[in-house]
Structure formats: C-alpha cells, structure tokens
C-alpha cells in the first residue's frame, strides 16, 4: 500500500520540489533586484514602498506562472505544506501522498535558495537580501503570528470558495496570484509574508537564520486549516470536490477527486 503510490506518483512529488524550488529562485532573483543597494532598480527606485509593491506584483505573477504551467496543473500547485496539510484533513489526499508532497516542498525551498545563492554570491547574503528570509517586523513575534494566520485563512477561504466551483475553478490560481502580490505589498512589514513553512525554511536553512521560526510552522497550518473547518461547517465535505487548485485541465489527477466539467 505504500509502495504503489510512490511508484505511481513519483512525479508529482518531483514536481513540487520542483514548483517551490522555481518559487524560491524568483523570490531570490526579485529580492536582490529590488532590496541590494547596488541594484540599478534600488538607485532609480529609492521609495521602499513602491519596490515593495513591484516585488508583489513579481511574486504574484510567479505563482500565477507556476500554478498554470503543465506542472502545477498535473500535481496541483500546492508548494506548501500547509496547503497540502489542509486537503489531507479534508480527505483529498492520501496520507502517503500528503507526506511525500511535504517533503518535497521543504527540499524544493532549500534546493531553490541554494541554487539562487550559487547564482547571486554575496549578492543574496548581502544584509539587505539576507537570502530573502522571512522574518517578524516592528510589531513583534504577536503580531507576526495573527498577521500570519489571518493572511492563510482569507488565502485558503479564497481557494476552497473558487476551486470547488466549476465556473470559478479555472481563475483560482489568479485569485491565489493577486493575494499574494496585495500581501507582499501590504502585510510584509508585519510578518515577512511567508504563508509557507518550506518557504521560510528554505531561507532559514541557508541563511541559518531560525529567528522565530515557529511562527511560520505553526501559524499557516493553522490558519488555512481553520479556513478549512469554516468551509467544511457551512458548506459540508462533500462540497470540497479536489486538492488541485486549477483543474479544468488534461493533466490527470491523483487525489480523491469527485470534480466533473
């Protein structure tokens, strides 16, 4: 029973690292544009806010990218394990799989920040770079965890909502794109805007940077999780219909899917 799965599905494991990974490089590539103080782009753009706004927009249109190209449509464009964790307690992932797809996101995270460190040097260790690690801000480590958790809950109510609705379906990776560019713009003062346990980790693990990293591995799970239950207890659990997030595609599917059209 646990040999099967793996044979079967060895893909979309490998697809997931790879996903986070591309992620984590984009996020590495961006950060050093937009924060180095050599950057050409720091120099013309010297207002923290509008580099902080363009950095969004980057990373949003990254998960946008990576959530409709053909590999985040065949595994289904988790690259978080508190997403993967969610659809395991509603049921649309087999436990062999959810754990396999975790495990491939935290290598994916570290593999990605390594490979943007091989690329960028002293460009990504840089203070103002620091290997884009996610970390509280003014407010505290308190503030940091409910900014946390609130930005998880509205991103996995927004999924939950589009993704089990045959007409909203296809435009869950957009609506997941332009919160995560708003975040960036907006909440990352707060808490970094993780969002992502294997993101942060992968920072943290090349950095070796651990600063309150409970926060990140407690707050996202818990946050989209209780999105999960609100879901659950107002719609029911046979209105979650799948675990990807887009899937009016040809890719095939290996969860406990129940969607047609």
């Known amino acids: 029973m646990f040999a099967k799965p793996v044979k079967n599905h060895w893909p979309e494991y490998a ?5 986070l990974g591309a992620f984590m490089v984009s996020a590495c590539l961006f950060g050093t544009l937009l924060g180095h103080p ?23 249109t990254t998960a946008v990218t990576l959530i409709y190209s053909r590999f985040g449509k065949r595994s289904g464009a988790h690259m978080n394990p508190a997403t993967t964790l969610t659809f395991l307690r ?6 062999v799989d959810a754990g396999f797809y975790v495990a491939a996101q935290f290598a994916g995270g570290v593999a990605g920040v390594g490979l943007a460190a091989l ?10 770079v620091n290997y884009v690690v996610t970390l509280p801000g003014v407010y505290g480590d308190a ?20 993704s089990n609705d045959p007409r909203l379906n296809r435009y869950t990776g957009i609506f997941a794109g332009i919160l995560v560019a708003l975040y960036i713009s907006i909440e990352a003062p707060i808490s970094g805007m993780s969002m992502n346990p294997a993101r942060t980790f992968g920072s943290a693990f090349t950095a070796a940077n651990w600063t309150s990293l409970w926060i990140y591995f407690s707050a996202p799970p818990l946050g989209m999780l209780a999105a999960a239950e609100v879901y ?13 997030l887009h899937h009016a595609n040809s890719e095939r599917c290996i969860f406990r899917c129940n969607y047609r059209g």
Do not use: D
């Not at 697809?15 to 996903?19: G, L, N, R, S």
């Not at 050409?40 to 927009?57: A, C, D, E, F, S």
């Open 119 to 128: 690329l960028l040097g002293t460009w990504l260790s840089n203070a103002s």
């Open 143 to 162: 503030w940091a965890f409910v900014a946390e958790v609130v930005i998880t809950f509205l991103l996995m109510t927004v999924i939950l909502h589009a």
């Open 232 to 244: 659950v207890r107002r719609r029911g659990l046979k209105q979650v219909l799948c675990a990807k």
């Open 90 to 95: 509603l049921g649309k992932i087999r436990t």
């Open 15 to 19: 697809i997931e690292a790879a996903c």
């Open 38 to 60: 050599a950057s050409p782009v720091v120099r013309l753009i010297q207002y923290p806010v509008l580099r902080r706004i363009l950095m969004g927009l980057a990373m949003g």
